[in-house]
Structures are given as structure tokens and as C-alpha cells.
């Protein structure tokens, strides 16, 4: 299994990025995906997931608002649209695959997930 995430880059405060996350070497609409982030000097954490169908979807109180998960399966393309960046969000973006398929809610715990990209480092200037 593949991932390969894209779209990260330096914006100022207030604007906008999309992440995309394409996937391979599994059925990608079986599977539960998610985001993580990590910032310097600090852990991984929870971003946004959802569920293989699209139908379920959970977002961190931290970015619950501004930040949007979707997923393509006919493209096997996970995106993460993140509009009213704040310098907080800068870190690195690293898009997962859930290990279990068919969970009809998606699963926020870092361990959940056995797959994972290279991250994409989102930077936001004041």
C-alpha cells in the first residue's frame, strides 16, 4: 500500500491550501482514512478521518470549522480543503490508511492506522 501525499506549501494567515492524498497497491473505498499532523518539537496528532464510505466524518476541536475531509474512491484520492489557516496549523500533513475495513466510524487513534505517507509540510505566516 501507497500513499502519497500533496499540496502542502507556505501561505499566509487567513488563506487557503487543499492536501491530496493518492492511494494505491489496496481497494482504497474499503478503508477508513485520515490526517494527521505533526508539528516541530511536537506529537502526532489527530486531524480529521473518515469512514471507507464517506458517510462518517470527525474533525480535531482544533481545526472543526475551517478544515473540510472528502475522498474520491473512483480516484482513490483522499483531500483535505483547509480554509482560515492560522500560524498553529503550520506542521507536517500526513495522510492514513485504517488497517480495518468497513468500520462504519472512522477512528481517530493514531495506532488504528498501519499505513502512511511521506507528509506534506504546511507552513502559514502571520
Known amino acids: 500500500v501507497q500513499l502519497q501525499a500533496s499540496g502542502g506549501g507556505l501561505v499566509q494567515a487567513g488563506g487557503s491550501l487543499r492536501l491530496s492524498c493518492a492511494a494505491s497497491g489496496r481497494t482504497f473505498s474499503n478503508y477508513g482514512m485520515g490526517w494527521f499532523r505533526q508539528a516541530p518539537g511536537k506529537e502526532r496528532e489527530f486531524v480529521s478521518a473518515v469512514n471507507w464510505s464517506g458517510d462518517n466524518i470527525k474533525y480535531s476541536d482544533s481545526v472543526k470549522g475551517r478544515f473540510t475531509i472528502s475522498r474520491d474512491n473512483a480516484k482513490n484520492t483522499l483531500y483535505l480543503q483547509m480554509n482560515s489557516l492560522k500560524p498553529e496549523d503550520t506542521a507536517v500533513y500526513y495522510c492514513?490508511?485504517?488497517?480495518?475495513?468497513?468500520?462504519?466510524?472512522?477512528?481517530?487513534?493514531?495506532?488504528?492506522?498501519?499505513?502512511w505517507g511521506q507528509g506534506t509540510l504546511v507552513t502559514v505566516s502571520s
Open positions: 492514513a490508511g485504517d488497517r480495518r475495513p468497513f468500520l462504519i466510524m472512522p477512528t481517530t487513534t493514531l495506532n488504528d492506522y498501519d499505513y
